[in-house]
């Protein structure tokens, strides 16, 4: 008997005959995402992705406990839809039954609570002499002998008992939940421009669920904002990469950018005319590094620079798509994914925008185009855009090294 | 570097780190509570050591407690004596202006059932004296709380005028003194003040941290915080560490004997701040009267972290109690207590110095402050 993990496709089954490259992607990127968990054999059969450790005394199989973190592991790919942890074995019934007793006693441990299952079976191998209603009924008896505290109930279980018989015989309960998805790199590259709050680091994830790469771009106003607040989108950006993979993060001195804009912009147009700048470096840097789209955490009427009227001032300087997956999202759905995601409480820290200084009082919610022209006639914004370029400092972000 | 952060923490003295190093090297110091000759030694030195302090402090060796911290110290003096002194009575006076480490004390206490009067403070940070004598009147009160210098203002609290008003009204009240950021400061004479107890911390003046001391006169029972062996007559249970003992000593002695000269140098230096800071528009927080090793400015047009984070550029380190966050602006409460105005306060910087800082550095600083001003300064 060995363990080995049962992953399951999602999406990526109706793909048509582009489907293997899909699957290629996945593998590799799964092969990539677990290489800390020591020399394992990544395949497929159907729709299923099965991850078996090579070594026999890989630790991380051993029991569901150690298991955990790799089946979590797992669920941070994209492409997956949930992973099991299931019993590997040959043999007849005798060691389907010896096996099953084996599976629930360590189950039973983990969870005494439980008290009623059910045995799903299903039997690939046509060669086996039981068929599957026969192995369910057989199993639940054994079963029922032997854990004289279990109960069956087919409609609400606590448990099932999942038996397949295949090549080899698997046994496995329940199943751990991933992000679905397509899996990352099988869409171009996108800039993500993180800040340090809640929005853009969902919106990263979710772009890079649809199987897109991700860098990302932040600007730095130090010493307006402090150290934190940039170790803060650090941190952050390493959540995202530990969905989207590696990324390049590059930091932007964006101090005298932000003192001149300051000088020579009319107050309540600051933050349309501070946000064309940033796009349009973001966009540089983007064609750089060979991404083909923009990725903002904008929301609709969040604020005043998320207006229409403010997205379509911003959008006009750039020729780049900017991809905006949370416009039509609720602030309350947004936190949701944050959470789900594990960014959340990174995002609340209290160093973001720490210094309201270039924020106006009463920023105009609905800028006309002229407006536009008028606050940028005295300031040279090439010149801005190219300091910002260069003023920049990169950051390779790995997560899984 | 210039380092305007002393208030916060001091490095240790090069005595100070050749006694650690000393210790750490040489040889097996024993356990003072052994019977064999290595802990019949440290014993001998850990009590020439407690009586050296007390000395500097005017005190008996036997009153001089070791701490890991000032807080636990404060913790010790407040919950002890209270938990000790039932009968003594149900009230408590101190201030808003103490540190957290007495307010959060006296916040439990009142949870469990106590009643604190906090005392209002003038601008200058002294509490008002006609209430506490009108609350000592009223009877019933078993403890003052009071911080002998403020962390953050440097203002000097009028101690003996509150002894000799707990000695004609109340004499059953004890007093607990945070004399932290008094210590190396000023001359304390422990038994000439009349106060019960008081909490001292040796990284704040040049020793390392984890070395505290309480001050608790002989005549004062309290319960202990920590319950074990029994070491420091049962005040203070756990082994005791003679290389921290020692190395709050070497800080003390080196503090004492260079007090009169440091309070000069820094008063000069303190005063030209002042003056200097006042031509640029800043606000001076700290009373006239405030001990010159701390002062507390505020900088029109910089809200106090900004302005730290300028001053780290340059290498100079100085200290807020103020932070923002996008949401809500943390102010100083000190500040705000003493009736200082919030939009000042949010802009307010401290500045605190040791015996180590020079007229240079002041005058450095002053360079800088002209140079933000230049470059990060944004009008609104």
């Given at each position: 008997m060995s363990n080995i993990l049962l992953a399951r496709m999602g999406e990526i089954t109706l793909k048509g005959l582009n489907r293997g490259s899909f699957e290629i992607q996945l593998k590799s990127n799964l092969k990539y995402r677990l290489k800390k968990f020591g020399n394992l054999k990544i395949f497929q059969t159907q729709s299923r992705i099965w991850i078996e450790p090579v070594d026999e005394d890989n630790p991380y199989f051993a029991t569901e406990n150690n298991a955990k973190e790799i089946m979590q592991a797992v669920t941070q790919v994209f492409g997956i839809v949930s992973v099991s942890l299931a019993r590997k074995f040959e043999g007849g019934f005798d060691a389907v039954t010896q096996n099953a007793i084996e599976h629930v006693t360590e189950l039973l441990t983990n969870h005494p609570e439980y008290k009623t299952f059910k045995v799903d079976s299903k039997r690939g191998n046509k060669a086996f002499p039981m068929n599957s209603p026969e192995i369910c009924t057989e199993l639940g008896y054994q079963i029922l002998v032997n854990f004289p505290g279990l109960k069956v109930n087919v409609k609400n279980p606590d448990f099932i008992l999942n038996v397949e018989i295949r090549d080899y015989n698997y046994i496995y309960s329940g199943k751990m939940m991933a992000h679905r998805g397509l899996p990352v790199g099988t869409s171009g590259k996108g800039m993500l421009l993180l800040s340090g709050g809640i929005d853009s680091p969902v919106a990263g994830f979710m772009m890079a669920s649809r199987g897109m790469p991700l860098n990302a771009v932040y600007f730095h106003s130090y010493p307006y904002t402090s150290e934190q607040a940039l170790d803060k989108v650090k941190d952050l950006a390493r959540i995202v990469s530990g969905f989207s993979g590696r990324m390049t993060l590059h930091v932007v001195n964006f101090t005298k950018i932000q003192l001149d804009m300051y000088k020579n912009s009319p107050q309540d147009m600051l933050t349309i005319t501070m946000r064309r700048v940033m796009l349009q470096i973001a966009e540089r840097l983007a064609v750089k590094d060979g991404c083909k789209c923009l990725i903002t955490g904008e929301s609709?009427?969040?604020?005043?620079?998320?207006?229409?009227?403010?997205?379509?001032?911003?959008?006009?300087?750039?020729?780049?798509?900017?991809?905006?997956?949370?416009?039509?999202?609720?602030?309350?759905?947004?936190?949701?994914?944050?959470?789900?995601?594990?960014?959340?409480?990174?995002?609340?820290?209290?160093?973001?925008?720490?210094?309201?200084?270039?924020?106006?009082?009463?920023?105009?919610?609905?800028?006309?185009?002229?407006?536009?022209?008028?606050?940028?006639?005295?300031?040279?914004?090439?010149?801005?855009?190219?300091?910002?370029?260069?003023?920049?400092?990169?950051?390779?972000?790995?997560p899984f090294d | 570097?210039?380092?305007?952060?002393?208030?916060?923490?001091?490095?240790?003295?090069?005595?100070?780190?050749?006694?650690?190093?000393?210790?750490?090297?040489?040889?097996?110091?024993?356990?003072?509570?052994?019977?064999?000759?290595?802990?019949?030694?440290?014993?001998?030195?850990?009590?020439?050591?407690?009586?050296?302090?007390?000395?500097?402090?005017?005190?008996?060796?036997?009153?001089i407690i070791f701490t890991s911290c000032a807080t636990e110290s404060a913790n010790t003096a407040i919950r002890g004596y209270v938990s000790r002194n039932k009968r003594s009575g149900n009230k408590i006076i101190s201030t808003r202006t103490e540190h957290k480490a007495t307010l959060e004390c006296l916040a439990l206490l009142e949870k469990q059932g106590f009643e604190v009067i906090y005392l209002p403070v003038d601008k200058?940070?002294?509490?008002?004296?006609?209430?506490?004598?009108?609350?000592?009147?009223?009877?019933?009160?078993?403890?003052?709380?009071?911080?002998?210098?403020?962390?953050?203002?440097?203002?000097?609290?009028?101690?003996?005028?509150?002894?000799?008003?707990?000695n004609k009204i109340s004499r059953q009240t004890a007093i607990y003194l945070d004399a932290v950021q008094a210590l190396g400061k000023m001359k304390i004479d422990l038994h000439g003040l009349g106060v019960d107890m008081c909490s001292f911390s040796g990284h704040k003046i040049h020793s390392v941290k984890g070395t505290g001391i309480l001050y608790l006169k002989s005549s004062v029972k309290i319960d202990p915080l920590i319950y074990g062996g029994g070491q420091q007559k049962n005040m203070r249970s756990g082994t005791q560490s003679l290389m921290l003992a020692k190395a709050f000593e070497k800080a003390l002695s080196e503090a004492a004997a260079s007090m009169d000269d440091s309070h000069s140098d820094i008063a000069k230096i303190n005063a030209y701040l002042r003056s200097e800071l006042v031509k640029r528009d800043a606000v001076i927080l700290s009373p006239d009267d405030a001990v010159p090793y701390v002062l507390n400015v505020s900088f029109s047009g910089f809200e106090s972290e900004t302005m730290l984070h300028c001053l780290e550029i340059y290498k100079i380190y100085v200290s807020t109690v103020s932070a923002c966050s996008s949401k809500a602006k943390k102010v100083s409460y000190v500040l705000l207590e003493s009736g200082v105005d919030r939009k000042i306060a949010a802009n307010a910087v401290r500045l605190s110095f040791s015996r180590y800082n020079t007229m240079d550095e002041a005058k450095e600083f002053i360079k800088t402050i002209d140079e933000i001003y230049d470059t990060f300064l944004v009008k609104h």
């Amino acid at each position: 008997m060995s363990n080995i993990l049962l992953a399951r496709m999602g999406e990526i089954t109706l793909k048509g005959l582009n489907r293997g490259s899909f699957e290629i992607q996945l593998k590799s990127n799964l092969k990539y995402r677990l290489k800390k968990f020591g020399n394992l054999k990544i395949f497929q059969t159907q729709s299923r992705i099965w991850i078996e450790p090579v070594d026999e005394d890989n630790p991380y199989f051993a029991t569901e406990n150690n298991a955990k973190e790799i089946m979590q592991a797992v669920t941070q790919v994209f492409g997956i839809v949930s992973v099991s942890l299931a019993r590997k074995f040959e043999g007849g019934f005798d060691a389907v039954t010896q096996n099953a007793i084996e599976h629930v006693t360590e189950l039973l441990t983990n969870h005494p609570e439980y008290k009623t299952f059910k045995v799903d079976s299903k039997r690939g191998n046509k060669a086996f002499p039981m068929n599957s209603p026969e192995i369910c009924t057989e199993l639940g008896y054994q079963i029922l002998v032997n854990f004289p505290g279990l109960k069956v109930n087919v409609k609400n279980p606590d448990f099932i008992l999942n038996v397949e018989i295949r090549d080899y015989n698997y046994i496995y309960s329940g199943k751990m939940m991933a992000h679905r998805g397509l899996p990352v790199g099988t869409s171009g590259k996108g800039m993500l421009l993180l800040s340090g709050g809640i929005d853009s680091p969902v919106a990263g994830f979710m772009m890079a669920s649809r199987g897109m790469p991700l860098n990302a771009v932040y600007f730095h106003s130090y010493p307006y904002t402090s150290e934190q607040a940039l170790d803060k989108v650090k941190d952050l950006a390493r959540i995202v990469s530990g969905f989207s993979g590696r990324m390049t993060l590059h930091v932007v001195n964006f101090t005298k950018i932000q003192l001149d804009m300051y000088k020579n912009s009319p107050q309540d147009m600051l933050t349309i005319t501070m946000r064309r700048v940033m796009l349009q470096i973001a966009e540089r840097l983007a064609v750089k590094d060979g991404c083909k789209c923009l990725i903002t955490g904008e929301s609709l009427g969040q604020v005043a620079s998320q207006t229409l009227e403010a997205i379509a001032a911003t959008n006009e300087v750039v020729k780049m798509p900017v991809l905006r997956p949370l416009i039509g999202m609720d602030k309350q759905a947004t936190c949701d994914i944050s959470r789900q995601i594990g960014a959340f409480e990174t995002s609340i820290l209290p160093y973001e925008d720490c210094c309201t200084v270039f924020v106006a009082k009463h920023p105009k919610t609905h800028p006309h185009p002229e407006d536009v022209i008028e606050a940028e006639k005295n300031i040279d914004i090439e010149a801005m855009v190219e300091a910002g370029v260069n003023g920049t400092e990169d950051i390779v972000i790995n997560p899984f090294d | 570097m210039i380092y305007f952060d002393n208030s916060a923490t001091t490095f240790p003295s090069e005595g100070v780190r050749s006694i650690v190093r000393e210790y750490l090297e040489d040889e097996v110091s024993g356990n003072p509570g052994s019977l064999h000759t290595l802990g019949v030694k440290a014993d001998k030195l850990y009590r020439e050591c407690q009586t050296n302090i007390a000395r500097l402090l005017g005190a008996d060796a036997d009153e001089i407690i070791f701490t890991s911290c000032a807080t636990e110290s404060a913790n010790t003096a407040i919950r002890g004596y209270v938990s000790r002194n039932k009968r003594s009575g149900n009230k408590i006076i101190s201030t808003r202006t103490e540190h957290k480490a007495t307010l959060e004390c006296l916040a439990l206490l009142e949870k469990q059932g106590f009643e604190v009067i906090y005392l209002p403070v003038d601008k200058a940070g002294k509490p008002n004296l006609g209430l506490l004598e009108e609350e000592l009147s009223k009877g019933g009160v078993a403890l003052l709380c009071f911080t002998l210098v403020n962390n953050e203002t440097g203002s000097v609290l009028p101690i003996e005028e509150i002894v000799d008003l707990r000695n004609k009204i109340s004499r059953q009240t004890a007093i607990y003194l945070d004399a932290v950021q008094a210590l190396g400061k000023m001359k304390i004479d422990l038994h000439g003040l009349g106060v019960d107890m008081c909490s001292f911390s040796g990284h704040k003046i040049h020793s390392v941290k984890g070395t505290g001391i309480l001050y608790l006169k002989s005549s004062v029972k309290i319960d202990p915080l920590i319950y074990g062996g029994g070491q420091q007559k049962n005040m203070r249970s756990g082994t005791q560490s003679l290389m921290l003992a020692k190395a709050f000593e070497k800080a003390l002695s080196e503090a004492a004997a260079s007090m009169d000269d440091s309070h000069s140098d820094i008063a000069k230096i303190n005063a030209y701040l002042r003056s200097e800071l006042v031509k640029r528009d800043a606000v001076i927080l700290s009373p006239d009267d405030a001990v010159p090793y701390v002062l507390n400015v505020s900088f029109s047009g910089f809200e106090s972290e900004t302005m730290l984070h300028c001053l780290e550029i340059y290498k100079i380190y100085v200290s807020t109690v103020s932070a923002c966050s996008s949401k809500a602006k943390k102010v100083s409460y000190v500040l705000l207590e003493s009736g200082v105005d919030r939009k000042i306060a949010a802009n307010a910087v401290r500045l605190s110095f040791s015996r180590y800082n020079t007229m240079d550095e002041a005058k450095e600083f002053i360079k800088t402050i002209d140079e933000i001003y230049d470059t990060f300064l944004v009008k609104h």
